[in-house]
C-alpha cells in the first residue's frame, strides 16, 4: 500500500512486517486483619511487546521528500507497582494510611536527531521513571471529620538521541477536608487542596489551591433526602495540567476548565435492605472532592 497524497510525504505500507506480541504478568495481594481493621494491598505488573511496529523516515535528497516506511522494532517494555497501608490507631477515631507506587518504562521508535530535518531518523529509546507516595491520616466522630494529606510524584523522562526531550518533574500535594456535623441534620464541609510543581517548561510552573465548600441538609425519612449547595475553585486557581510521554514525543498541555461556579444538588437515597439510610457526611458522592492516588475526581491529579 502505498500513500501518494503528498507527493513530498510518502507513506509506504510494509508486506515483510512480522506480527506483535504482547505479553504481561500480574501478581496481586490483598490482606485483611478484621481484629485490627487493618488492610494491605499489593500489585505488580510487567508487560513487553515483541515486534512492535513503528514508522521510520528517509530523507530522499534528489527531490527533497520523505519517505515513510512501517517497521519492526523490539525493546518496548514496562513494569510498574504499587502498595497500600491504612489501619486505625489505638484509638479507633484516628486512621492512617499510606500509598506508595513506581513504574518505569522503555518505548523504542525512530526520530530525527539534531536539528538537521532532513536526515534519516534513527533508532531511539525513551526511558519513563515515575515514583509517588501519599500519605493520609483522618479523624472522625460523631460531631466532625477531619483529614490530612500529602504526596510527592516524581518523572524523569530520558531520550537516548534527543537530550533536549529529557524532563524531570517534581509535583508536591498539600490537602486538607473537614466536615462538621451541626444540629438539625445540617452538615458544613471544606476541602483545600494545594499543588506546588517544578521542572515543568512553557511557564507551567505555576502553584495552585483548589478550595471548594458546601453546605448540606439532610430530610424526609430516615434522612433518605439530601439537598446541597457547594461552591468549587473558589480561588480561581485551578489550572489542569497534564502530561502526555509516548515512544517519539512528550507534551505538556494545560486545557481550560469551567472555573469557579456553584451547583445545587438533590440526592435520594434507596435503601433495599433495611434500616436507616441516614449519612450525615457532606461529601459523599461527591465527584469534584480533592484526591491522591487511588481514585477520586478530577481537580487535582495525584
Known sequence: MIDITDPMNMRYGNPNLKPSFNNSFILDYRKFVPEAMRSYSANLYYSNTLNSVANKMTYDPETGARVYKKEN????????????????????????????????????????????????????????????????????????????????????VRNSKQENSNRETFDYYIGANTNVNLPWQISISTDVNCRFKDGYTGGLNNNEVLWNAQISKNFLKNNSGTIRFKIYDILKQQTNLSRSISETMMSDTEYNTL???????????????????GNRHGFGGDPRRGHGFGGGGKPMRF
Request: avoid cysteine.
Open 73 to 156: 522494532v523490539n525493546g518496548n517494555w514496562q513494569a510498574r507497582g504499587y502498595f497500600s497501608f491504612n489501619t486505625p490507631l489505638k484509638n479507633k477515631k484516628f486512621t492512617i494510611s499510606s500509598n506508595t507506587n513506581a513504574r518505569y518504562s522503555d518505548a523504542v521508535s525512530y526520530t530525527s536527531v539534531g536539528n538537521n530535518k532532513n536526515l534519516d531518523q534513527e533508532l531511539s529509546t525513551t526511558h519513563n521513571l515515575a515514583l509517588g507516595e501519599r500519605f493520609t491520616s483522618s479523624y472522625r466522630s460523631e460531631l466532625f471529620d477531619l483529614s490530612l494529606s500529602g504526596s510527592v510524584n516524581y518523572n524523569l
Open 259 to 277: 472555573g469557579s461556579y456553584f451547583m445545587v444538588h438533590f440526592v435520594y437515597r434507596f435503601n433495599t435492605l433495611g434500616g436507616k439510610a
